[in-house]
């Protein structure tokens, strides 16, 4: 059944509400846009489910990216999710999955699917093209960056995927 013009617009302002404390870091904004915390990267295969975990993503993510944000492309209704495209960007600042901070800008189309059960939050899944942004924070690196980031790359692509997410 399609939710009506309320239940859409009540959608898409937890979504900006979520969106836009992600901006600011303001975790805890964050979360209460959540029904039951959940991140599902595709591209890693990737899964934070729960509060813990979730504050884990969050403390990895900006600190190897202090300066992350988002800016919003398009916002589309589904029937139980709000889809979003938009450009993250950051500045390689810390380490990221044993990959030195490079110090290196990124800016990578991505999009979400924000899946609701009721009125909140129950996943954010999110489709980003990993190559596209390992290269923008490794283009240029010297030979050490690169010898230090190969485990890391290759545990990416051969580590523990979440089987809901690849097969």
């Known amino acids: 059944m399609t939710p009506d013009t309320a239940v859409r617009a009540l959608r898409e302002e937890i979504v900006r509400r979520h969106m836009e404390s992600e901006n600011t870091h303001e975790l805890e904004v964050t979360l209460s846009t959540f029904s039951h915390p959940r991140y599902e990267l595709v591209a890693t295969g990737k899964v934070y489910d729960g509060d813990a975990q979730v504050r884990e993503y969050f403390a990895e993510t900006r600190a190897a990216f202090p300066d ?7 916002l589309r209704h589904a029937d139980d999710a709000v889809i979003v495209e938009f450009w993250l960007l950051g500045t390689h600042r810390g380490p990221l999955m044993g990959i030195p901070a490079t110090g290196k800008a990124f800016r990578a189309r991505m999009t979400a699917f924000f899946i609701f059960d009721g009125e909140g939050i129950v996943c954010e899944r999110v489709y980003f093209d990993a190559q596209t942004l390992l290269r923008q924070l490794l283009e240029g690196a010297g030979l050490l960056t690169w010898l ?12 523990p995927r979440d089987p809901l997410l690849a097969p």
């Open 68 to 74: 992350q944000r988002n800016e919003l492309i398009s």
């Open 148 to 159: 230090k980031a190969l485990p890391a790359l290759r545990r990416a692509r051969q580590g």
